[in-house]
Protein backbone atom coordinates (compact mmCIF):
# COMPACT_ATOMS: atom_id res chain seq x y z
CA UNK A 1 0.00 0.00 0.00
CA UNK A 2 1.37 3.11 -0.87
CA UNK A 3 2.06 5.70 1.46
CA UNK A 4 2.04 9.46 0.68
CA UNK A 5 3.69 11.58 3.39
CA UNK A 6 5.42 10.48 6.98
CA UNK A 7 4.37 12.86 9.22
CA UNK A 8 3.71 13.77 13.25
CA UNK A 9 0.33 15.01 13.24
CA UNK A 10 -2.68 16.24 11.52
CA UNK A 11 -3.93 19.90 11.30
CA UNK A 12 -8.03 19.85 10.51
CA UNK A 13 -10.46 22.92 9.47
CA UNK A 14 -13.90 22.78 9.44
CA UNK A 15 -15.09 24.73 6.83
CA UNK A 16 -18.84 23.95 6.74
CA UNK A 17 -20.74 26.40 9.50
CA UNK A 18 -23.87 23.86 9.74
CA UNK A 19 -22.02 20.95 11.34
CA UNK A 20 -19.40 20.11 14.32
CA UNK A 21 -17.22 17.33 13.44
CA UNK A 22 -14.39 15.05 15.32
CA UNK A 23 -11.92 12.88 13.46
CA UNK A 24 -10.30 9.51 14.81
CA UNK A 25 -6.96 8.09 13.27
CA UNK A 26 -7.31 4.98 11.50
CA UNK A 27 -4.82 2.22 10.87
CA UNK A 28 -4.52 -0.79 9.04
CA UNK A 29 -3.04 -4.24 9.20
CA UNK A 30 -3.84 -7.69 8.50
CA UNK A 31 -7.04 -7.61 9.96
CA UNK A 32 -8.40 -4.52 8.15
CA UNK A 33 -9.03 -1.07 9.14
CA UNK A 34 -9.07 -0.13 13.17
CA UNK A 35 -9.96 2.67 15.24
CA UNK A 36 -6.27 3.86 16.85
CA UNK A 37 -8.02 5.65 19.92
CA UNK A 38 -11.72 6.35 19.94
CA UNK A 39 -12.82 3.07 18.91
CA UNK A 40 -15.69 4.66 16.71
CA UNK A 41 -16.97 7.34 18.37
CA UNK A 42 -18.16 10.83 18.45
CA UNK A 43 -14.89 12.44 20.09
CA UNK A 44 -15.33 15.89 22.23
CA UNK A 45 -11.57 15.95 22.93
CA UNK A 46 -11.13 15.62 19.00
CA UNK A 47 -13.69 18.02 17.71
CA UNK A 48 -13.40 20.05 14.90
CA UNK A 49 -15.89 23.35 16.27
CA UNK A 50 -17.48 25.30 13.77
CA UNK A 51 -15.45 28.13 14.61
CA UNK A 52 -11.65 26.38 15.52
CA UNK A 53 -9.14 25.83 13.69
CA UNK A 54 -7.77 22.66 15.45
CA UNK A 55 -4.70 21.49 15.54
CA UNK A 56 -4.24 17.12 16.71
CA UNK A 57 -1.16 15.08 17.14
CA UNK A 58 -0.18 11.92 17.07
CA UNK A 59 0.07 11.48 21.26
CA UNK A 60 1.55 7.87 21.46
CA UNK A 61 4.94 6.25 19.52
CA UNK A 62 3.68 3.91 16.79
CA UNK A 63 5.32 1.58 14.72
CA UNK A 64 6.04 3.68 11.63
CA UNK A 65 4.80 0.39 9.59
CA UNK A 66 1.59 1.06 9.83
CA UNK A 67 -0.23 3.30 7.55
CA UNK A 68 -2.73 5.59 9.24
CA UNK A 69 -5.46 7.53 7.67
CA UNK A 70 -8.39 10.09 9.06
CA UNK A 71 -11.99 9.18 9.70
CA UNK A 72 -14.78 11.83 10.21
CA UNK A 73 -17.59 11.58 12.35
CA UNK A 74 -20.38 13.82 12.50
CA UNK A 75 -22.90 14.75 15.29
CA UNK A 76 -25.92 14.79 13.04
CA UNK A 77 -24.91 12.05 10.72
CA UNK A 78 -24.93 8.57 12.24
CA UNK A 79 -22.91 6.83 9.62
CA UNK A 80 -19.19 7.23 9.70
CA UNK A 81 -17.53 9.22 7.02
CA UNK A 82 -15.40 7.76 4.49
CA UNK A 83 -11.56 7.45 4.98
CA UNK A 84 -9.51 10.02 3.72
CA UNK A 85 -7.77 8.84 0.25
CA UNK A 86 -4.16 9.65 1.54
CA UNK A 87 -2.07 7.19 3.40
CA UNK A 88 0.65 8.72 5.93
CA UNK A 89 3.20 6.92 8.20
CA UNK A 90 3.98 8.25 11.79
CA UNK A 91 7.56 9.76 12.35
CA UNK A 92 8.55 11.04 16.00
CA UNK A 93 11.45 13.07 14.09
CA UNK A 94 9.23 14.48 11.97
CA UNK A 95 7.63 17.97 12.32
CA UNK A 96 5.33 17.83 9.85
CA UNK A 97 1.36 17.83 9.64
CA UNK A 98 -1.03 16.55 7.31
CA UNK A 99 -3.78 19.59 6.94
CA UNK A 100 -6.92 18.63 5.91
CA UNK A 101 -10.37 20.60 5.41
CA UNK A 102 -13.80 19.86 5.74
CA UNK A 103 -16.50 21.61 2.93
CA UNK A 104 -20.65 21.50 3.33
CA UNK A 105 -20.61 20.18 -0.16
CA UNK A 106 -19.05 17.15 0.34
CA UNK A 107 -21.27 16.16 3.01
CA UNK A 108 -23.10 13.33 2.58
CA UNK A 109 -25.67 10.39 3.92
CA UNK A 110 -22.99 8.56 4.27
CA UNK A 111 -20.73 11.03 6.06
CA UNK A 112 -18.04 13.40 5.34
CA UNK A 113 -15.22 13.53 3.34
CA UNK A 114 -12.58 15.05 4.26
CA UNK A 115 -10.32 16.71 1.63
CA UNK A 116 -6.37 16.87 1.67
CA UNK A 117 -4.64 20.07 0.96
CA UNK A 118 -1.06 19.50 1.90
CA UNK A 119 1.52 18.60 4.69
CA UNK A 120 3.25 21.75 6.42
CA UNK A 121 5.92 22.00 8.96
CA UNK A 122 5.10 22.97 11.95
CA UNK A 123 7.85 25.33 12.29
CA UNK A 124 6.63 26.72 9.26
CA UNK A 125 10.09 26.53 7.45
CA UNK A 126 8.25 24.38 4.93
CA UNK A 127 6.75 25.33 1.86
CA UNK A 128 2.91 23.76 1.71
CA UNK A 129 3.23 21.23 -1.25
CA UNK A 130 0.24 22.16 -3.87
CA UNK A 131 -2.04 18.62 -3.92
CA UNK A 132 -3.96 16.96 -7.38
CA UNK A 133 -3.46 20.62 -9.26
CA UNK A 134 -5.10 22.44 -6.57
CA UNK A 135 -3.50 26.18 -6.83
CA UNK A 136 -6.32 28.80 -5.04
CA UNK A 137 -8.44 28.21 -2.27
CA UNK A 138 -11.66 26.79 -2.87
CA UNK A 139 -14.23 28.76 -4.72
CA UNK A 140 -17.82 29.19 -3.08
CA UNK A 141 -20.49 26.56 -4.79
CA UNK A 142 -22.42 28.70 -7.39
CA UNK A 143 -20.30 31.68 -7.49
CA UNK A 144 -19.09 31.08 -11.11
CA UNK A 145 -22.08 29.99 -12.16
CA UNK A 146 -24.51 32.80 -11.02
CA UNK A 147 -21.73 35.34 -12.94
CA UNK A 148 -23.59 37.94 -15.38
CA UNK A 149 -22.08 39.77 -18.62
CA UNK A 150 -22.57 43.26 -16.88
CA UNK A 151 -18.80 43.43 -15.92
CA UNK A 152 -17.78 41.84 -20.05
CA UNK A 153 -20.35 44.80 -21.43
CA UNK A 154 -19.35 48.17 -19.11
CA UNK A 155 -15.38 47.57 -19.56
CA UNK A 156 -15.81 47.14 -23.28
CA UNK A 157 -18.29 50.16 -23.71
CA UNK A 158 -17.28 53.05 -25.62
CA UNK A 159 -13.93 52.00 -26.84
CA UNK A 160 -12.86 54.30 -28.90
CA UNK A 161 -11.37 51.91 -32.53
CA UNK A 162 -7.98 51.58 -32.78
CA UNK A 163 -6.45 53.05 -30.00
CA UNK A 164 -5.27 49.18 -28.00
CA UNK A 165 -2.05 49.00 -27.77
CA UNK A 166 -0.21 47.42 -30.72
CA UNK A 167 3.69 47.67 -29.48
CA UNK A 168 4.82 47.96 -26.01
CA UNK A 169 5.74 52.22 -24.01
CA UNK A 170 9.49 52.72 -23.99
CA UNK A 171 11.60 54.55 -21.57
CA UNK A 172 13.76 56.75 -23.97
CA UNK A 173 17.12 58.66 -24.23
CA UNK A 174 17.50 62.52 -24.10
CA UNK A 175 18.17 61.65 -27.70
CA UNK A 176 14.66 59.69 -28.14
CA UNK A 177 15.70 56.62 -28.68
CA UNK A 178 14.09 53.43 -26.92
CA UNK A 179 15.79 52.52 -23.83
CA UNK A 180 13.99 49.96 -21.83
CA UNK A 181 10.49 48.46 -22.08
CA UNK A 182 7.84 50.66 -19.67
CA UNK A 183 4.95 49.23 -20.24
CA UNK A 184 4.21 45.74 -22.13
CA UNK A 185 -0.02 44.76 -22.10
CA UNK A 186 0.67 42.24 -24.93
CA UNK A 187 2.98 40.23 -23.10
CA UNK A 188 -0.72 39.55 -21.52
CA UNK A 189 -1.98 37.92 -25.30
CA UNK A 190 -2.35 34.63 -23.95
CA UNK A 191 -5.36 34.94 -21.86
CA UNK A 192 -7.43 33.74 -24.06
CA UNK A 193 -10.89 31.66 -23.51
CA UNK A 194 -11.53 29.23 -19.96
CA UNK A 195 -9.50 29.76 -16.86
CA UNK A 196 -6.51 26.74 -16.96
CA UNK A 197 -6.26 24.53 -13.73
CA UNK A 198 -3.24 26.90 -12.38
CA UNK A 199 -5.12 30.12 -12.10
CA UNK A 200 -8.18 31.11 -10.01
CA UNK A 201 -11.30 31.50 -12.22
CA UNK A 202 -12.13 34.76 -10.62
CA UNK A 203 -9.09 36.11 -11.13
CA UNK A 204 -8.43 34.65 -14.58
CA UNK A 205 -11.89 36.54 -15.65
CA UNK A 206 -10.97 39.51 -13.85
CA UNK A 207 -7.36 39.88 -15.68
CA UNK A 208 -8.84 39.21 -18.85
CA UNK A 209 -11.69 42.79 -18.27
CA UNK A 210 -8.09 44.25 -16.82
CA UNK A 211 -6.70 43.22 -20.96
CA UNK A 212 -8.76 45.56 -22.59
CA UNK A 213 -6.99 48.92 -23.13
CA UNK A 214 -7.44 51.90 -25.21
CA UNK A 215 -9.26 54.88 -24.81
CA UNK A 216 -12.65 54.92 -24.05
CA UNK A 217 -16.08 57.24 -23.88
CA UNK A 218 -17.63 57.36 -20.56
CA UNK A 219 -19.85 59.93 -21.15
CA UNK A 220 -21.92 60.75 -23.15
CA UNK A 221 -22.95 57.00 -22.90
CA UNK A 222 -21.89 55.12 -26.08
CA UNK A 223 -21.49 51.94 -27.45
CA UNK A 224 -18.62 52.78 -29.67
CA UNK A 225 -16.51 55.85 -28.61
CA UNK A 226 -15.82 58.82 -30.89
CA UNK A 227 -15.31 62.53 -30.94
CA UNK A 228 -17.80 64.55 -29.01
CA UNK A 229 -17.86 63.00 -25.45
CA UNK A 230 -18.06 64.92 -22.68
CA UNK A 231 -15.49 62.42 -20.14
CA UNK A 232 -13.23 59.78 -21.40
CA UNK A 233 -10.59 57.27 -19.86
CA UNK A 234 -7.51 55.98 -20.63
CA UNK A 235 -7.69 52.29 -19.41
CA UNK A 236 -4.89 49.59 -19.18
CA UNK A 237 -1.85 51.64 -20.39
CA UNK A 238 -0.53 51.61 -16.52
CA UNK A 239 -1.67 50.33 -13.56
CA UNK A 240 -3.81 52.73 -12.87
CA UNK A 241 -7.03 54.82 -15.28
CA UNK A 242 -6.21 58.64 -16.64
CA UNK A 243 -9.68 60.33 -16.87
CA UNK A 244 -10.00 63.31 -19.08
CA UNK A 245 -13.00 65.86 -18.53
CA UNK A 246 -14.04 68.18 -20.54
CA UNK A 247 -13.77 71.98 -19.13
CA UNK A 248 -14.92 75.33 -20.88
CA UNK A 249 -11.78 75.76 -22.08
CA UNK A 250 -9.98 72.46 -22.04
CA UNK A 251 -9.57 69.53 -20.20
CA UNK A 252 -9.11 68.54 -16.84
CA UNK A 253 -7.14 65.54 -15.78
CA UNK A 254 -7.87 63.34 -12.84
CA UNK A 255 -4.82 61.18 -11.93
CA UNK A 256 -1.59 61.30 -14.64
CA UNK A 257 -1.11 57.88 -14.25
CA UNK A 258 2.12 55.98 -12.37
CA UNK A 259 5.25 57.21 -15.15
CA UNK A 260 5.62 59.68 -17.66
CA UNK A 261 6.10 57.61 -20.60
CA UNK A 262 2.89 56.10 -20.28
CA UNK A 263 0.92 59.04 -19.40
CA UNK A 264 1.97 60.60 -22.55
CA UNK A 265 1.27 57.58 -24.86
CA UNK A 266 -2.53 58.33 -23.35
CA UNK A 267 -2.22 61.53 -23.87
CA UNK A 268 -1.22 61.42 -27.39
CA UNK A 269 -3.48 58.56 -27.96
CA UNK A 270 -6.43 61.05 -27.10
CA UNK A 271 -5.01 63.85 -28.80
CA UNK A 272 -5.01 61.90 -32.09
CA UNK A 273 -8.75 60.41 -31.47
CA UNK A 274 -10.44 63.13 -29.97
CA UNK A 275 -9.06 66.41 -29.33
CA UNK A 276 -5.52 67.20 -31.45
CA UNK A 277 -5.47 70.85 -29.86
CA UNK A 278 -6.18 69.86 -26.30
CA UNK A 279 -4.81 71.79 -23.78
CA UNK A 280 -4.83 70.73 -19.80
CA UNK A 281 -6.33 73.58 -17.82
CA UNK A 282 -6.24 71.56 -14.12
CA UNK A 283 -4.50 68.27 -12.54
CA UNK A 284 -6.39 66.26 -10.27
CA UNK A 285 -4.54 63.82 -7.93
CA UNK A 286 -6.92 61.89 -6.12
CA UNK A 287 -4.90 60.18 -3.39
CA UNK A 288 -0.75 59.70 -2.34
CA UNK A 289 -0.23 56.60 -4.18
CA UNK A 290 2.85 56.89 -6.85
CA UNK A 291 0.79 55.22 -9.60
CA UNK A 292 -2.19 58.40 -9.84
CA UNK A 293 0.89 60.98 -9.82
CA UNK A 294 4.31 60.15 -10.97
CA UNK A 295 3.13 60.58 -14.38
CA UNK A 296 2.42 64.38 -14.06
CA UNK A 297 5.20 65.42 -15.93
CA UNK A 298 4.19 62.89 -19.29
CA UNK A 299 1.56 65.46 -19.92
CA UNK A 300 2.67 69.35 -18.88
CA UNK A 301 6.25 70.28 -17.02
CA UNK A 302 6.55 71.16 -13.88
CA UNK A 303 7.21 74.56 -14.99
CA UNK A 304 3.07 74.70 -16.30
CA UNK A 305 1.96 74.38 -12.79
CA UNK A 306 0.08 77.56 -11.55
CA UNK A 307 1.74 78.63 -8.19
CA UNK A 308 -1.37 80.00 -6.47
CA UNK A 309 -3.31 79.97 -2.74
CA UNK A 310 -6.72 77.99 -1.97
CA UNK A 311 -7.47 81.23 -0.88
CA UNK A 312 -6.61 83.70 -4.11
CA UNK A 313 -7.96 80.98 -6.56
CA UNK A 314 -11.02 80.72 -4.80
CA UNK A 315 -11.04 84.49 -4.69
CA UNK A 316 -10.13 84.50 -8.62
CA UNK A 317 -10.62 81.16 -10.22
CA UNK A 318 -9.37 82.22 -13.50
CA UNK A 319 -6.14 79.79 -14.83
CA UNK A 320 -3.96 81.61 -16.85
CA UNK A 321 -3.22 80.41 -20.56
CA UNK A 322 -0.15 78.17 -20.20
CA UNK A 323 -0.56 77.41 -16.78
CA UNK A 324 -2.30 74.00 -15.08
CA UNK A 325 -3.79 74.06 -12.06
CA UNK A 326 -2.87 71.20 -9.80
CA UNK A 327 -5.11 70.50 -6.92
CA UNK A 328 -4.31 67.28 -4.59
CA UNK A 329 -5.45 66.41 -1.16
CA UNK A 330 -4.67 67.67 2.09
CA UNK A 331 -1.05 66.49 3.45
CA UNK A 332 -0.72 65.13 -0.31
CA UNK A 333 2.80 66.24 -0.31
CA UNK A 334 3.96 64.65 3.31
CA UNK A 335 2.37 61.33 2.51
CA UNK A 336 4.00 60.74 -0.55
CA UNK A 337 7.24 61.75 0.89
CA UNK A 338 6.93 59.38 3.55
CA UNK A 339 5.69 56.46 1.77
CA UNK A 340 7.85 56.55 -1.60
CA UNK A 341 11.27 58.30 -0.60
CA UNK A 342 11.46 57.74 2.90
CA UNK A 343 10.62 54.05 2.75
CA UNK A 344 10.23 54.21 -1.18
CA UNK A 345 13.55 51.24 -1.66
CA UNK A 346 11.93 48.92 0.79
CA UNK A 347 8.03 49.26 -0.76
CA UNK A 348 9.00 49.23 -3.84
CA UNK A 349 11.23 45.79 -3.59
CA UNK A 350 8.46 44.58 -1.52
CA UNK A 351 6.08 45.52 -4.43
CA UNK A 352 7.94 43.19 -6.81
CA UNK A 353 6.94 40.17 -4.72
CA UNK A 354 3.14 41.73 -3.85
CA UNK A 355 2.62 42.37 -7.57
CA UNK A 356 4.74 39.24 -8.93
CA UNK A 357 6.17 41.72 -11.54
CA UNK A 358 9.43 39.48 -12.36
CA UNK A 359 7.36 36.49 -13.01
CA UNK A 360 7.15 35.15 -16.46
CA UNK A 361 3.40 36.34 -17.97
CA UNK A 362 1.94 32.92 -18.61
CA UNK A 363 -0.57 30.31 -17.35
CA UNK A 364 2.01 29.40 -14.33
CA UNK A 365 3.25 33.31 -13.44
CA UNK A 366 1.77 36.43 -13.54
CA UNK A 367 -1.66 36.63 -15.29
CA UNK A 368 -2.51 40.55 -13.34
CA UNK A 369 -3.34 41.61 -9.20
CA UNK A 370 -7.27 42.16 -10.16
CA UNK A 371 -6.95 46.04 -9.31
CA UNK A 372 -4.96 46.29 -12.50
CA UNK A 373 -1.55 44.28 -14.68
CA UNK A 374 1.34 45.15 -12.16
CA UNK A 375 3.51 48.27 -11.71
CA UNK A 376 5.15 49.20 -14.75
CA UNK A 377 9.02 49.84 -15.11
CA UNK A 378 8.71 53.40 -16.16
CA UNK A 379 10.19 57.14 -14.82
CA UNK A 380 8.66 59.76 -13.13
CA UNK A 381 9.13 62.74 -10.20
CA UNK A 382 6.62 63.84 -7.24
CA UNK A 383 5.77 67.22 -8.02
CA UNK A 384 4.06 69.68 -5.81
CA UNK A 385 0.62 70.84 -6.61
CA UNK A 386 -0.71 74.21 -6.80
CA UNK A 387 -2.52 74.02 -3.29
CA UNK A 388 -3.24 70.74 -0.86
CA UNK A 389 -7.49 70.59 -0.43
CA UNK A 390 -8.60 71.94 2.82
CA UNK A 391 -12.39 71.62 3.10
CA UNK A 392 -14.70 74.19 4.61
CA UNK A 393 -14.81 75.08 8.11
CA UNK A 394 -16.98 71.77 10.22
CA UNK A 395 -16.89 69.88 6.61
CA UNK A 396 -15.50 66.80 4.87
CA UNK A 397 -16.52 69.00 1.61
CA UNK A 398 -15.19 71.91 -0.32
CA UNK A 399 -16.72 72.84 -4.07
CA UNK A 400 -14.63 75.16 -6.39
CA UNK A 401 -15.32 76.21 -10.30
CA UNK A 402 -12.40 75.13 -12.14
CA UNK A 403 -12.54 76.31 -15.75
CA UNK A 404 -16.06 76.78 -15.87
CA UNK A 405 -17.14 73.10 -14.20
CA UNK A 406 -18.43 73.10 -10.58
CA UNK A 407 -16.45 70.05 -8.74
CA UNK A 408 -17.28 68.87 -5.03
CA UNK A 409 -14.41 67.82 -3.52
CA UNK A 410 -15.40 64.87 -0.08
CA UNK A 411 -11.82 64.99 1.85
CA UNK A 412 -11.47 60.56 3.09
CA UNK A 413 -8.10 60.57 4.65
CA UNK A 414 -7.26 57.40 6.46
CA UNK A 415 -9.04 55.10 3.58
CA UNK A 416 -7.15 53.31 0.55
CA UNK A 417 -4.57 56.34 1.12
CA UNK A 418 -3.26 58.23 4.27
CA UNK A 419 -4.45 61.95 1.73
CA UNK A 420 -7.68 60.90 -0.78
CA UNK A 421 -10.26 63.16 -2.05
CA UNK A 422 -13.13 61.87 -3.92
CA UNK A 423 -14.48 64.24 -6.61
CA UNK A 424 -17.92 64.91 -7.87
CA UNK A 425 -18.81 66.89 -11.11
CA UNK A 426 -21.66 68.46 -10.52
CA UNK A 427 -22.37 69.13 -14.24
CA UNK A 428 -22.00 65.78 -15.41
CA UNK A 429 -23.45 64.04 -12.09
CA UNK A 430 -20.53 62.02 -12.01
CA UNK A 431 -17.93 60.76 -9.37
CA UNK A 432 -14.47 59.91 -8.99
CA UNK A 433 -14.20 57.95 -5.94
CA UNK A 434 -10.30 57.65 -5.87
CA UNK A 435 -9.48 54.25 -5.05
CA UNK A 436 -12.23 53.81 -1.86
CA UNK A 437 -15.05 52.17 -4.64
CA UNK A 438 -13.65 49.68 -7.19
CA UNK A 439 -14.55 46.15 -9.06
CA UNK A 440 -12.98 44.41 -6.03
CA UNK A 441 -12.23 44.66 -2.34
CA UNK A 442 -9.22 46.76 -1.24
CA UNK A 443 -6.72 44.64 0.57
CA UNK A 444 -6.64 46.31 4.06
CA UNK A 445 -3.12 45.27 4.80
CA UNK A 446 -0.38 45.02 1.63
CA UNK A 447 2.28 43.31 1.28
CA UNK A 448 4.04 46.16 0.40
CA UNK A 449 4.07 48.41 3.03
CA UNK A 450 1.68 51.02 2.93
CA UNK A 451 0.15 52.40 5.81
CA UNK A 452 -2.59 49.82 7.12
CA UNK A 453 -6.32 50.73 5.72
CA UNK A 454 -9.26 51.31 8.14
CA UNK A 455 -12.39 49.31 6.65
CA UNK A 456 -14.38 51.51 9.25
CA UNK A 457 -13.10 54.85 7.72
CA UNK A 458 -13.76 53.29 4.13
CA UNK A 459 -17.20 52.19 4.96
CA UNK A 460 -17.89 55.99 6.55
CA UNK A 461 -16.24 57.57 3.73
CA UNK A 462 -18.75 55.80 1.04
CA UNK A 463 -21.56 56.29 3.30
CA UNK A 464 -21.42 60.55 3.35
CA UNK A 465 -20.22 60.02 -0.36
CA UNK A 466 -23.94 58.29 -0.64
CA UNK A 467 -25.79 60.64 1.53
CA UNK A 468 -24.79 63.97 0.09
CA UNK A 469 -24.71 63.16 -3.92
CA UNK A 470 -27.84 61.16 -4.44
CA UNK A 471 -28.03 61.69 -8.28
CA UNK A 472 -24.96 60.10 -9.27
CA UNK A 473 -25.34 58.57 -12.74
CA UNK A 474 -21.69 57.34 -13.38
CA UNK A 475 -19.31 56.15 -11.09
CA UNK A 476 -15.25 56.51 -13.20
CA UNK A 477 -12.99 55.31 -10.99
CA UNK A 478 -9.21 55.22 -11.13
CA UNK A 479 -9.08 51.73 -11.46
CA UNK A 480 -11.40 49.20 -13.58
CA UNK A 481 -14.20 50.36 -15.87
CA UNK A 482 -17.22 52.74 -15.18
CA UNK A 483 -20.65 51.86 -13.32
CA UNK A 484 -23.46 53.60 -15.02
CA UNK A 485 -27.12 54.47 -13.78
CA UNK A 486 -28.98 52.54 -16.39
CA UNK A 487 -32.53 52.74 -14.75
CA UNK A 488 -32.57 56.76 -15.27
CA UNK A 489 -36.35 56.49 -14.29
CA UNK A 490 -36.38 53.77 -11.74
CA UNK A 491 -36.51 53.32 -8.38
CA UNK A 492 -33.04 51.82 -7.91
CA UNK A 493 -29.80 53.77 -8.99
CA UNK A 494 -26.95 51.48 -9.71
CA UNK A 495 -24.37 53.47 -8.82
CA UNK A 496 -25.80 54.11 -5.36
CA UNK A 497 -26.38 50.22 -5.47
CA UNK A 498 -22.68 49.33 -5.73
CA UNK A 499 -21.47 51.84 -3.55
CA UNK A 500 -24.17 50.77 -0.96
CA UNK A 501 -22.60 46.95 -1.30
CA UNK A 502 -19.11 48.13 -1.00
CA UNK A 503 -19.98 50.17 2.05
CA UNK A 504 -21.44 47.08 3.75
CA UNK A 505 -18.77 44.89 2.42
CA UNK A 506 -16.13 47.35 4.36
CA UNK A 507 -18.14 47.38 7.52
CA UNK A 508 -18.90 43.87 7.91
CA UNK A 509 -15.04 43.18 7.17
CA UNK A 510 -14.73 45.41 10.11
CA UNK A 511 -17.53 44.26 12.41
CA UNK A 512 -16.72 40.46 12.03
CA UNK A 513 -13.14 40.55 12.81
CA UNK A 514 -13.60 42.54 15.86
CA UNK A 515 -16.12 39.99 16.96
CA UNK A 516 -13.69 37.54 16.34
CA UNK A 517 -11.21 38.96 17.87
CA UNK A 518 -13.67 39.32 21.15
CA UNK A 519 -14.25 35.21 20.80
CA UNK A 520 -10.22 34.68 21.46
CA UNK A 521 -9.42 33.76 18.04
CA UNK A 522 -6.17 34.66 16.72
CA UNK A 523 -5.38 36.19 13.11
CA UNK A 524 -4.68 32.69 11.50
CA UNK A 525 -8.15 31.32 12.70
CA UNK A 526 -9.91 34.63 12.19
CA UNK A 527 -8.27 34.58 7.96
CA UNK A 528 -9.41 30.37 7.86
CA UNK A 529 -13.29 31.37 9.42
CA UNK A 530 -14.38 34.79 7.96
CA UNK A 531 -16.77 35.05 4.99
CA UNK A 532 -18.85 37.40 3.38
CA UNK A 533 -22.60 36.70 3.07
Known amino acids: MKVDYKICGFKCINKNTKYSFSFDIMYHNENGYICYENDSNYNLDYEISKIKFSEYTIRTKIESTDKFYLQVFCKEIDALGPLSDEAFEYDSNSNAYAVFEIHYSEISANGAKLKFLYVESFNGKQKPKIKKGEYYPSIPDGLIENWDNVDEVNAGK ?64 IEIGGKDGLIYQIRTYDLATMTIVKSKSGWIVIDPLGGKET ?29 HYKGMEGIISSADILNVSQKDFCANPLIPENKVLVVAPNS ?27 LPHDNCGQIGCGLGKTVGTYTGSLIQPSFELEMEEESNFMTLTIDGLIITFQNVPGTEAPAEFHIYLND ?11 HTMHNLLTSRGAKVRDPKAFAKAIDNTINKFSNIQV ?15 GSINECIEMMKKQRDMYQYFNDQVIRMVNKGMNMEEIAEEFKLP
Open 475 to 489: IIGTHHWPTWNEDKN
Open 332 to 358: FYDEAISENLYLGNCMSRRAVYMYGSS
Open 428 to 438: YDALCPGENIT
Open 263 to 291: AAAGWVRFKQNVDATAKVCAILITHSHVD
Open 158 to 221: GYVENTKLTDKIYTKNSNGDNVAVAWDILSYDFMQGEAPDTVNPILWRMEKLNNLNGLFQVLPE
